[in-house]
């Protein structure tokens, strides 16, 4: 497991990665009794993979991801050849679509929220970014005169830009005044608090990693430590905070719908679309690699593009 770890970190995988891949492989040694896994091979892998699908009713996105970190182990650790798994039994892969929010709907639900949390929802709506996205932006990462947010290291390792509402800068520069003097304060301490960063960039930038530009838009209120220097480090605000907020705020809102932080990125979608803006120009602010995957949200706008009407409402 060691080594698993030590290959993924010197691939630069994220640490979400890291952990689901690590997971798998421990579930597949414990299905298989504790066997070592140089001891096994295709057969194996074809067998866990089945008993997921059947047995457990995974997903097929769950089930693939539990097949990458296999392969990855055996080719990239344990330097073993995997012929093809041929005989699993795939996870069927239904189509679904996204959940949307009508304009009333989040206008209701940021009505529930205040503070630095209904600036978080305000980012994920108004700039279409992910949940994670928007906690580790660094405040270098907002431009404020072109308008821009600049999402670093997204999903898939990838940067975009993307837009910076009007209606937050002010609230939003606000924000950062109190964020400046919660730095301030860290600085005036002497204790040399610095954001958390991938080692790697940490040993690069030296002592400019401490500097105002590296600081988290959203940072979080306690200070952490290093587990191999034991150095005191500022993470960002934590998802989990924003995620309970969503949801006490729908439930509050009274809207019945399943609604998740990744909904308002739907609905950002969705809304762009609906006002007349190109699929290209949504597939580029989403940061979507092939433009198929923006074309789910073709599917969920409130006029048909055909300007098909029920015949009940003709009656």
């Not at 890291?18 to 896994?37: C, D, K, L, N, S």
């Not at 940021?110 to 709506?125: F, H």
């Not at 940061?287 to 009940?312: A, E």
Request: glycine share 6%.
């Amino acid at each position: 497991m060691r080594r698993l770890r030590e290959a993924l970190r010197t691939r630069h995988y994220s640490r979400r990665t890291e952990e689901a891949y690590t997971g798998w492989v421990r579930r597949f040694i414990v299905y298989h009794g504790g066997q070592h896994p140089v001891d096994m091979g295709a057969e194996e892998i074809r067998d866990f993979l089945t008993h997921l699908a059947v047995r457990r009713r995974v997903s097929a996105s769950t089930q693939n991801q539990a097949l990458s970190a296999l392969l990855f182990l055996y080719e990239q650790v344990l330097r073993k050849q995997i012929r093809r798994v041929s005989g699993v039994v795939h996870a069927k892969r239904p189509r679904r679509l996204p959940t949307v929010l009508s304009r009333r709907e989040v206008k209701q639900v940021l009505g529930q929220l205040g503070g630095t949390k209904q600036l978080v929802v305000w980012l994920l709506y108004g700039s279409g970014l992910r949940l994670l996205e928007c906690l580790q932006l660094r405040v270098k990462d907002i431009d404020f005169e072109r308008g821009q947010v600049l999402v670093r290291g997204g999903k898939g390792d990838k940067d975009r830009v993307t837009m910076l509402p009007e209606v937050i800068r002010e609230p939003l520069a606000e924000h950062l005044k109190r964020v400046r003097e919660l730095y301030d304060e860290d600085v005036s301490t002497g204790t040399g608090v610095r954001p958390t960063m991938p080692p790697a960039l940490a040993r690069k930038l030296g002592r400019s990693a401490n500097s105002w530009a590296w600081q988290y838009v959203f940072p979080s209120s306690r200070i952490c430590h290093d587990d191999e220097t034991g150095d005191p480090l500022r993470h960002h605000l934590h998802e989990s905070v924003i995620q309970r907020a969503v949801k006490l705020a729908v439930e509050k809102a009274r809207i019945p719908k399943r609604v998740t932080c990744h909904t308002f990125r739907h609905s950002f979608a969705t809304h762009l679309l609906e006002s007349g803006y190109d699929i290209r120009t949504v597939q580029k602010l989403l940061g979507h690699k092939d433009v198929r995957t923006t074309m789910i949200y073709t599917h969920v706008l409130t006029k048909s593009d055909l300007g098909v009407r029920s015949p009940v409402d003709t009656l």
